[in-house]
C-alpha cells in the first residue's frame, strides 16, 4: 500500500502500523518524533495498535537542540 510521509510517496506492507513504519523509514529511535496522521497527532502509546489506511498523510516530526 502506499501512503504520503513528508509528502513523499512510500510503500508499505498491506497491514502497517506507525510502529512498523517507523523502521521502513530508517527511523530506530523515536525520542523526540510526534507523529500526524490526516492532521490528527497520534500519541506514541498508540503507535503499537494504529493502522495505516492507504493514501494516508502521515507527517513526522523530529525535535531538535539548539538555540
Same mark, same amino acid.
Given at each position: 500500500?502506499? !501512503?504520503? =510521509? @513528508?509528502? &513523499?510517496? $512510500?510503500?508499505?506492507?498491506?497491514?502497517? /502500523?506507525?510502529?512498523? +513504519?517507523?523502521?521502513?523509514?530508517?527511523?530506530?529511535?523515536?525520542?523526540?518524533?510526534? !507523529?500526524? =496522521? @490526516?492532521? &490528527?497527532? $497520534?500519541?506514541?502509546?498508540?503507535?503499537? /495498535?494504529?493502522?495505516? +489506511?492507504?493514501?494516508?498523510?502521515?507527517?513526522?516530526?523530529?525535535?531538535?537542540?539548539?538555540?
Amino acid at each position: 500500500m502506499e !501512503v504520503l =510521509v @513528508n509528502n &513523499q510517496t $512510500i510503500t508499505t506492507p498491506a497491514s502497517c /502500523t506507525i510502529n512498523k +513504519l517507523l523502521p521502513l523509514l530508517g527511523i530506530s529511535d523515536t525520542r523526540g518524533i510526534a !507523529v500526524a =496522521v @490526516n492532521e &490528527q497527532v $497520534i500519541a506514541k502509546a498508540n503507535w503499537l /495498535t494504529f493502522e495505516l +489506511l492507504p493514501e494516508d498523510k502521515v507527517i513526522l516530526i523530529k525535535a531538535t537542540q539548539g538555540g
